[in-house]
């Protein structure tokens, strides 16, 4: 079966650095999606890997790994307005998204 | 400014009614999509279209329709028939489907309360 595995939540310090892990499974592999969602709003786009490496867009990086069906989404100098969820979305070789049930940052001062 | 529309932002239904949730955009984008979102789980597609007049089921199309008149328009009806309706639903689109660069961006939501 498909499935993407990210942590329920974790808590990070107003600053700091913090890494989002993502574990995929999927029928054939089209590319990894990272989505941010403050609460009741709309998934935003972050992010598209396809390619093994680090994607890097200003205070945020992307990281992919094929071989291990393994990504992060890299947060760096957080502020409080990254209080968030961070979705993982990985497309399978029908170009549909299987996505996570996404990560709560909660981000202290 | 061009960006995808959903209205209402809340609705509430008595159990047994059908209800129709709009989703336009002016991006000139060929695929539209819905999906539905609970807490603690990742989005589910419920249906999708790649062109007008013509529609896919997605993995939870049970209970719900939708039609594609026009490039611009994908409404969701949810039935009666869908047993637990009470949710968060997103519309979505993008240029073209059925390609690995090809975001989907997201409308603002239209929270769905069943009574």
């Known amino acids: 079966g498909q499935n993407i595995d990210q942590p329920t939540e974790m808590t990070a310090t107003e600053g700091a650095i913090v890494q989002i892990n993502c574990t995929y499974q999927?029928?054939?592999?089209?590319?990894l999606f990272w989505y941010q969602q403050h609460a009741g709003e709309a998934p935003t786009f972050l992010s598209y890997?396809?390619l093994d490496g680090l994607e890097e867009k200003g205070r945020f990086s992307s990281f992919l790994s094929r071989s291990k069906g393994y990504s992060y989404l890299l947060l760096k100098e957080l502020q409080m307005k990254d209080s968030a969820s961070y979705l993982c979305a990985g497309m399978d070789s029908n170009y549909q998204l299987i996505w996570g049930a996404g990560t709560k940052l909660i981000i202290k001062p | 400014d061009g960006g995808i529309t959903q209205s209402p932002k809340y609705l509430f239904r008595k159990e047994g009614q059908n209800v129709t949730l709009s989703c336009e955009q002016n991006l000139n984008h060929d695929a539209m999509y819905w999906y539905r979102q609970d807490p603690g789980q990742g989005l589910r597609l419920i249906y999708y279209?790649?062109?007008?007049?013509?529609?896919q089921k997605g993995d939870i199309a049970e209970g719900y329709s939708v039609s594609r008149e026009k490039k611009e328009s994908f409404p969701l009806t949810v039935t009666s028939a869908q047993k637990n309706p009470t949710a968060f639903y997103l519309c979505?689109?993008?240029?073209?489907?059925?390609?690995?660069?090809?975001?989907?961006?997201f409308g603002p939501g239209t929270r769905l309360t069943v009574l």
């Open positions: 890997n396809v």
């Open positions: 279209s790649q062109i007008v007049n013509d529609f």
């Open positions: 979505a689109s993008s240029i073209v489907a059925g390609q690995g660069t090809d975001t989907q961006y």
């Open positions: 999927t029928s054939g592999f089209n590319g």
